[in-house]
């Protein structure tokens, strides 16, 4: 078992930063390939970026591309979303994911999943 924990959100302004945080603990997590996902009201709940075991493969989403980093810390068990010239359209509960080693792109490919973090983005 893995439990995740976000944190970090908040509201800012569109062109603003923010960093999430997400913060596992249970099973070595050095194993595990990371994603973040997000969901705005009405919509379903979508990728945004991912990380590999190792931290050598990252994925992103084309809306967040240039503008959304992700990044993991093995000794502290974390991986992070920095966040950079946000948009309203960033508006969502942003979840941390986990699973086994490769990265993947879809909701049904992660085992584990964390509560949400809300991040509202005002133009």
């Known amino acids: 078992q893995v439990q995740l924990v976000e944190s970090g959100g908040g509201a800012a302004q569109a062109g603003g930063s923010l960093r999430l945080s997400c913060a596992a603990s249970g099973r070595a997590f050095s194993n595990y390939a990371m994603g973040w996902f997000r969901q705005a009201p009405g919509k379903e709940r979508e990728f945004v970026a991912a990380i590999s075991w190792t931290g050598g493969i990252r994925n992103y989403a084309d809306s967040v591309e240039g503008r959304f980093t992700i990044s993991r810390d093995n000794a502290k068990n974390t991986v992070a979303l920095q966040m950079n010239s946000l948009k309203p359209e960033d508006t969502a509960v942003y979840y941390c994911?986990?699973?086994?080693?490769?990265?993947?792109?879809?909701?049904?490919?992660?085992?584990?999943w964390g509560q949400g973090t809300q991040v509202t983005v005002s133009s």
């Open positions: 994911a986990a699973r086994l080693f490769a990265t993947a792109q879809t909701i049904r490919e992660y085992d584990y």
